[in-house]
């Protein structure tokens, strides 16, 4: 049983156990479905649990230079690379560290696609589409939505695919279910079903929350069967992120002082949400705290503070079984995929360090971060 007390506070912890049931099933699915499933960076690259990660999944997609490196370096394999946009100076670098190179417009493959020759054709190419349909509700996270810069429309695209293009890629999904993934082939097929047969793979990108309880995960396997089995020429490619991730572990922080103000009260900890639980603003969404309820009535209950100067770093409101004092521990559930690959530094606030609660009970210091880090950025 492990001692909360003795976890450094801020801290994000994963547990090991709770990451192998999920990598669990992916890889099965992985194997029922015969398709090439690879973690994506974007939502989590805790590198030094990837010894773990490879022993169910040993490829990973990158979405910049640096992720290509991660993915070459620690993964041990080069990455299924895709940016909106490459740039004269990072494209050598990505073409070193990648297999696979998306483009997202076809005058970014134009232009680079001759190093992708140069360098002997051992990269395999291809191109971002935008199926302009996507059952994503919040806008900032719709790569489909009106105008979107994101991957190439049918309307600019002829009958037959630019020479060197081996592959489409499309995202459309956010935290989604096969049935989502389903109305989204069906487009895919409408808009873009004359180029399937002359390519060599379909990367159907991120979005597939397949860990999370509910997923269909017995419908997906027969979805990706079946498409399989209409288009046998085709590598099927998925790449979630948050699958990996969910509900794996737990940000723990602490409070470090009550306020009052006309009534309400916050409990500010010494851990923030626009530094280190970023996507709860940005969706925005209400995270669980563990021992924590939404409000009652008659029980004590606050907003909870970040401890940066920006005026809405807070959300609100929680109930507690007894009144919080300076030192409680707070728990937030799940946070570990979009949280450490998206944390900043703002304020000169301290990153949370990193832990792994391994399968035999040990807490296990990954990472502590020191005013170097903060400083050693604008050097």
Known sequence: MIDYNQIPSPCYV??????????????????????NIILAFKAFALWKVFPIIREYIPFSTASSKFEARLALEEMGSPAHTYSPAYTEADFPEILRCSSH??????????????????DGGRVSCGLRINPEYSDVETDLYNPCAPGSRMGVVRDLLGDKLPEGIDGLHFHTLCESSSYDLEKTLAVVEERFGTFLPQIKWLNMGGGHL??????????????????HAKYPNLELIMEPGSAFGWQTGFLLASVVDVVENHGIQ???MDASFTCHMPDCLEMPYKPRIRFATDPVEGKPTYRIGGNSCLSG??????????????????IFEDMLHYTT????????????????????GQLQLLREFVYEDYKNRMD
Do not use: C
């Open 14 to 35: 994963i547990e090991e156990d709770l990451l192998r049931r999920n990598l669990a099933l992916i890889k099965r699915v992985k194997e029922l479905a015969a398709v």
């Open 101 to 118: 190179i998306t483009f997202n417009s076809l005058s970014q493959f134009a232009r680079f696609y001759p190093m992708v020759k140069a």
């Open 210 to 227: 397949m860990t999370r309880q509910g997923y269909d995960v017995d419908h997906l396997i027969r979805l990706l069967n079946d498409f």
């Open 266 to 268: 916050t409990a500010i």
């Open 313 to 330: 770093d807070y959300m609100g409101d929680w109930s507690f079984d007894k009144p919080l004092q300076v030192g409680d521990r707070l």
């Open 341 to 360: 690959v998206k944390t900043t530094m703002f304020n000169g606030i301290p990153h949370p360090a990193l832990a792994m609660l391994t399968s035999d």
